[in-house]
């Protein structure tokens, strides 16, 4: 059967990234199909460095802000921007560039995959800096929602990005440093408990073993990359109808400090479609 390799990465501005290096990286892994978040880029600059690519791209209203975008190899047949609203007013400018779905058409005329990109919100627990937090819940309970759609279809689905969530303490690190911090929080936690419940496969952890890690992201500053003191906050989630079909699950972690092109390490899945 045919492989497709999927990978997904926060790459912290695309045009940061490619001056790193990413271009080199995808030349090396051939990934089908991409999966990224917080692009930070309009169109043109999207469709610049993606030449020979279908692109599904999202912007934020935000300038600088957030940004997903699915690029894929294949033909995509379909494409589907945002979340649905909770109500019939217009999308609030924070909740914006978070969340692109494409159908790509498999090859050997194999059906097609749903791909997702999203890029969930940080949140912060610091004083005065409420609202992140009620901002990122709100946004969970409509990702939540969609994926309880996505779970049922018969269509393989992968939902892939930088969720902001460590699951368990096996993801972190620093996990008793961080027990009162955005992105372990409980009922942030609870969430990703409840898409496992749906019918959603972690991919990362059913294929990287029971942890430590392994991590995703690591702070810039200090000497977090180097002591591997990072927190695993990328995934990709395959839903019943695709998870049987995934072979293997890598993490690209960069071989030193001065070779990575973004914080976050790119989570790479092989598929027999």
Known sequence: MPELTV?????????????RGMDTWIAARKPDVLLLQEVRAP?????????GWHVAHLGSAIKGRAGVLVASRHPVLDVRRGLPSPGDGE?????????VEADIALPDDAGTLTAVSTYQHSGSTKPGEEATMEAKYAYLERTTARLAELAVSPVPAVVAGDVNIAHTRAD????????????FLPAERAHLDRWAELGWTDLGRAHGGDGPGPYTWWS????????????RIDYQYANPALAPACRKVEVDRAPSYAERWSDHAAVVAVYEV
């Open 7 to 19: 990978a997904t990465a926060n790459v912290n501005g695309i045009r940061a990234a490619f001056r």
């Open 43 to 51: 169109q043109a600059v999207v469709d610049e460095y993606l030449e």
């Open 91 to 99: 999308e609030a400018d924070v909740h914006t560039g978070r969340w």
């Open 172 to 183: 972190i690190k620093n996990w008793k440093g961080n027990l009162n911090s955005a992105g």
């Open 220 to 231: 810039w500053r200090g000497k977090a990359f180097d002591n591997d003191a990072g927190w």
